[in-house]
């Protein structure tokens, strides 16, 4: 009996150095578990031509936001990602806060009340290059029309960050300065890296769906647009529709002046983004 207890000891050791271990793993299930929702209502928000619309089709799997022109109205699209029924609501892309007539605006707000009772996340799209003032400030007006509210709910996703290479995802944002700083910092530093070249299933959009859940499980819920009503600013008055479609068709068709003229050497996308 003697000669057993240094083994029964020792093994008894090995049990309890792997059991905090699997204790974490399971907490770590438990509370993704817990998020889990059944229903993931999305709208996506941007410029024209960052990879906008390009978004929404990563996240559908398939191609149902149209590309070669920008849109002038919402379009609603579902799809079912890892047992979750999968809502996105693409929306207008902006040129700038000066030049977004009124009607346009509207546009852009319906695209919340089409997600009802409300998104669970607005996903900012911001294409990886250099981002000015006059970019932070366009995102600052048009986002702003849903009221400051809306900061709780979004999450800033970065499109063509294959250009970084070697440049981690991280150093390109300190590199930008206290511009792209200020939009982080609004939505709680909580960001993705999506790669828009890879279609149909793959486990980013899982991912996504799973930071999505996370940011719901700490705000305590979706976005809710009457709640918002009371902080939003009132649209300009005097819309005049047929003009500002004329002022639109008018516009060329170009990018909010991002560049990329800062990009380098492609960091594993697996590296790109931040914790979920």
């Known amino acids: ?25 399971k ?25 906008k619309s390009l978004t929404g089709n990563t996240i559908i799997g398939r191609e149902e936001f149209r590309l070669e022109r920008a849109a002038e109205f919402c379009v609603k699209r579902q799809t079912e990602v890892q047992g ?4 996105v609501v693409d929306t207008p892309g902006w040129f700038s806060a000066q030049d977004t ?35 932070r400030a366009r ?10 509210y809306v900061w709780k709910h979004t999450i800033v996703v970065f499109t063509w960050a294959e250009v970084l290479r070697t440049i981690s995802i991280e150093r390109y944002i300190r590199r930008e300065g206290k511009e792209l700083q200020w939009v982080l910092e609004k939505c709680k530093r909580r960001y993705f890296v999506i790669n828009n070249c890879i279609f149909e299933e793959h486990p980013q959009v899982g991912r996504l769906m799973e930071k999505v ?14 709640e918002a009503k009371q902080e939003k600013k009132p649209l300009e008055e005097n819309q005049n ?11 060329p068709k ?23």
């Open 27 to 51: 907490k770590a299930a438990a509370a993704q578990s817990a998020n889990h929702l059944p229903e993931v209502r999305l709208v996506v928000l941007g410029w024209r031509w960052p990879g």
């Open 241 to 251: 529709p047929a003009r500002d479609m004329r002022e639109l068709g008018a516009r």
């Open 254 to 276: 170009q990018n909010s002046g991002l560049g990329l003229s800062k990009a380098m050497e492609v960091e594993p996308l697996s590296t790109l983004n931040g914790p979920v």
């Open 84 to 87: 979750r029924q999968v809502v």
């Open 1 to 25: 009996m003697d000669a057993n207890k240094p083994h029964q000891t020792t093994m008894t050791t090995a049990r309890d150095a792997t059991g905090p271990e699997e204790e974490a793993g």
């Open 139 to 148: 995102i600052e007006e048009h986002v702003s029309l849903f009221g400051e």
């Open 213 to 226: 859940e996370k940011m719901v499980a700490e705000e305590g819920g979706h976005y809710n647009q009457e």
């Open 101 to 135: 007539p009124p009607s346009y605006k509207q546009e852009l707000l319906r695209g919340a009340s089409l997600s009802t009772p409300g998104p669970h996340a607005f996903l900012l799209v911001i294409p990886v290059g250099m981002f000015t003032e006059v970019d």
